[in-house]
Structure formats: C-alpha cells, structure tokens
C-alpha cells in the first residue's frame, strides 16, 4: 500500500481506496462481493478495514490479469468461505486453459508450416461446389462434408439455393484440402481457420500468432504474480 501499517490500524474505505487507485464505493463493492472478508462497523456504522483487508486487496488484483475478474472473484470468494479446495481448484482450471490455448497456438504454427506458401492469397470471384471440387480433385460429398464441419462457409444462393463459395470460402476449401494431404484431422485444421479467419488471411494471421504467444507468456507470468500474492495473503491470515 505505499507504507508501513500495523495490524491494529484502522482504515476508512476512502483509505484502502486510494492506495490501490480505486473509488471508495469500489472497495464497499468488493466487500459484498466476497473478495474482502467482512469489515469491522464503529458504533455508527462506518465501516474500518485493517491491513488485512488491503492485502486481500492485493492479492485480488494481482489475481485479475491471469484469471479475469469473474474467477478471481469467486478465488476470493472461496477463500472467505473457508473453500480453500475450490479456490485451489478455480486455480488450477485457468492454468489448465492456458496450457490448453498453448497447444492450440502451437497446432495452428505447426500447421502453418506445413501449408504451401501459394495458399497465402485468397482468390476472387466465386465458384459453385462442382467446379471448386474439380478444382481441388475431390468430390462434391467431400466439400459438403467439410461444410458440416465448419471448416468452408459457403453461402446459398438466394434464387437457386445452391452453394456459393467467394473468396473466403475457396481460400478455406483450399487450405483443408492441403492439411488433409498431409494427415491433418478436421478437429486439427478447425482451429487454424478459426485463426485465420479472425486474422483476415494467412499473413497476417503470422503476425497474429506472434500477439497471441506473447499474449499467453503475459498471462502465464500473471498467474505466477497473482499465486504469490494470495499465498501472502493466506500466510497473513486471510
């Protein structure tokens, strides 16, 4: 908090506020919410926190970056109520997620590589499903299978109701059939052009790639910061 408390100060809302650059009403906020454990009231009812209350505090906002707001919430919460297990195992789900997420970034690099770089540039104008499966050498069944599987988005013709691929979907059609030659499952390529949608394109998704480790090591150093800081707090007693 800035400076040296004893565990008998006495703390105003305005006090733990603005040490932690938050509003008065923020700190009451919490307090309901569970993240800080119940204040002491004065005889006229305003409540005191201690230094107790600002180290929950702490450890709360330090738990927000790696797990956002809700779960850290409810770690704090757990906490209070004595559910040490379950703010452990609340814990333990958002490094399981990250860990997954880094698998799924590494499928998405491991896959890039393993694309030709002539698939880079989506092409223009639209084909219908027949002559995009010349195209490709395989069948229409395949396309609509593909299809059902999220991995090409057609869209229908309004008059005819048949399948319409633009430029998207012919890059997408395209880039399955590449990774499927080279023993790649559907659930392995969904999650690339889930990215590459996102990105807008294979180059850029490069780019994106490189954000998104970076991203991934950011948060896996804030599960560590916010670990350390509600394991002080539960050595201080919280």
């Known amino acids: 908090m800035g400076r040296n408390l004893k565990s008998s100060d006495k703390l105003r809302p305005v006090d733990l506020a603005r040490a932690h650059g938050l509003s008065a009403q923020a700190v009451r906020n919490y307090e309901e919410a569970g993240v800080l454990p119940a204040a002491d009231r ?6 005191t926190y201690t230094p107790l209350h600002a180290r929950a505090l702490d450890a709360f906002l330090a738990l927000v970056p790696g797990h ?8 704090m919460r757990a906490v209070h109520e004595g ?3 379950e703010a ?3 814990i333990d789900e958002s490094h399981a997620q990250l860990l997954d997420d880094r698998r799924t970034l590494r499928a998405v690099e491991d896959a890039l590589r393993d694309l030709a770089p002539t698939a880079e540039a989506p092409p223009s104008g639209q084909m219908f499903i027949g002559p995009l499966a010349r195209q490709l050498g395989i069948r229409p069944a395949t396309l609509r299978a593909w299809e059902r599987a999220g991995l090409v988005r057609p869209r229908r ?3 005819t109701g048949y399948r319409v691929y633009d430029g ?3 890059r ?3 880039l399955t059939r590449q990774l499927r030659r080279g023993g790649y499952l559907l659930d392995q390529i969904a999650p690339l052009l889930a990215q590459v949608r996102s990105a807008g394109g294979l180059e850029p998704l490069e780019s994106a790639l490189r954000t998104w480790s970076d991203r ?5 150093r804030s599960l560590l910061a916010g670990a350390a800081e509600l394991e002080a707090y539960l050595r201080a007693g919280g």
């Open 42 to 47: 004065t005889p006229h009812g305003y409540r």
């Open 68 to 75: 956002g707001h809700r779960t850290a919430t409810s770690i």
């Open 83 to 85: 559910e040490i297990d």
């Open 88 to 90: 452990f195992r609340l």
């Open 157 to 159: 013709d309004r008059l």
């Open 168 to 170: 998207a979907a012919v």
């Open 172 to 174: 997408d059609a395209r």
């Open 216 to 220: 991934l090591s950011s948060r896996g």
